[in-house]
């Protein structure tokens, strides 16, 4: 069985500072581990995604992500939090076929 | 169109209607989800498929809830005699491969409200 858990329902950062969002996952195989963002009245978009290639996975608009199977987490990072970045991040996990499970999202909130 | 494709944007049923939504995935797409996402939670699987062929229907939460794709292109999602509980975001995606975890590309979706 697979699962998903965003450990964090609400993140709310200043301007110019660091990201954090955490999640950890639950898979019975090797995983694919995917980050989707969504704005407001805007469709889900791929923000990265990590498939046993470099740990260490590099995304769109800054963001990275690294998968650390010790911990069975895969947590999204940005250096510098900008405004437009404000919106839903989704954890998502796939073992291949076609079930895809979300997490449940975080919502960040960047303050000026 | 470059990108998925859904219609109607909203749609307001009342309850016991049929509705019906549609969705024009990216040409040459093979793969087809159809997801229901509730207010303020993470997208559910409702279905997959596989150029004409469903091959995962689990997820739907009902038998009032019906999916096609006869053609291996657009493909409709019936939910029929509405109820409450299913307003929701209906959101499709489409991808390139079948079982190699290509991206997903997600329409806007449509936001039903049954009242």
């Given at each position: 069985?697979?699962?998903?858990?965003?450990l964090?329902s609400?993140?709310?950062?200043?301007?110019?500072?660091?990201?954090?969002?955490?999640?950890?996952?639950?898979?019975?195989?090797?995983?694919?581990?995917?980050?989707?963002?969504q704005?407001p009245?805007?469709?889900?978009?791929?923000?990265?995604?990590?498939?046993?290639?470099?740990t260490?996975?590099?995304?769109i608009?800054?963001f990275?992500?690294e998968?650390?199977?010790?911990e069975?987490?895969f947590?999204?990072?940005?250096?510098s939090a900008?405004?437009s970045?404000?919106?839903?991040?989704?954890?998502?996990?796939s073992?291949?076929g076609?079930?895809?499970i979300?997490?449940?999202?975080?919502?960040?909130?960047?303050?000026a | 169109?470059?990108g998925?494709?859904?219609?109607?944007?909203y749609?307001?049923?009342k309850?016991?209607?049929?509705?019906?939504?549609r969705?024009?995935p990216?040409?040459?797409?093979?793969?087809?989800?159809?997801?229901?996402?509730?207010?303020?939670?993470?997208?559910?699987?409702?279905?997959?498929?596989?150029?004409?062929?469903?091959?995962?229907?689990?997820g739907?939460?009902?038998?009032r809830?019906?999916?096609?794709?006869?053609?291996?292109?657009?493909?409709?999602?019936?939910?029929?005699?509405?109820?409450?509980?299913?307003?929701?975001?209906?959101?499709?995606?489409?991808?390139?491969?079948?079982?190699?975890?290509?991206p997903?590309h997600?329409?806007?979706?449509?936001?039903l409200?049954?009242?």
């Amino acid at each position: 069985a697979q699962s998903v858990t965003q450990l964090d329902s609400h993140v709310s950062v200043s301007e110019g500072t660091p990201v954090l969002l955490r999640c950890n996952y639950s898979s019975s195989y090797s995983p694919s581990l995917f980050w989707y963002v969504q704005h407001p009245n805007k469709g889900l978009q791929l923000l990265l995604k990590y498939t046993s290639a470099a740990t260490l996975v590099k995304g769109i608009n800054g963001f990275e992500a690294e998968f650390k199977k010790s911990e069975t987490s895969f947590h999204l990072t940005k250096p510098s939090a900008h405004m437009s970045d404000a919106a839903e991040y989704f954890c998502v996990v796939s073992t291949g076929g076609f079930k895809t499970i979300f997490g449940a999202g975080t919502r960040l909130f960047v303050k000026a | 169109g470059a990108g998925v494709s859904q219609s109607p944007r909203y749609k307001v049923a009342k309850r016991g209607q049929d509705v019906a939504l549609r969705c024009d995935p990216i040409s040459g797409h093979v793969s087809l989800f159809w997801y229901q996402q509730a207010l303020g939670q993470g997208p559910e699987f409702l279905t997959y498929f596989q150029n004409e062929a469903q091959l995962d229907k689990s997820g739907l939460p009902s038998d009032r809830f019906f999916a096609e794709r006869p053609e291996g292109s657009v493909s409709t999602l019936k939910i029929q005699r509405t109820q409450q509980e299913d307003s929701a975001v209906y959101l499709c995606a489409s991808s390139f491969g079948g079982w190699d975890n290509s991206p997903l590309h997600f329409g806007n979706g449509t936001r039903l409200t049954v009242t």
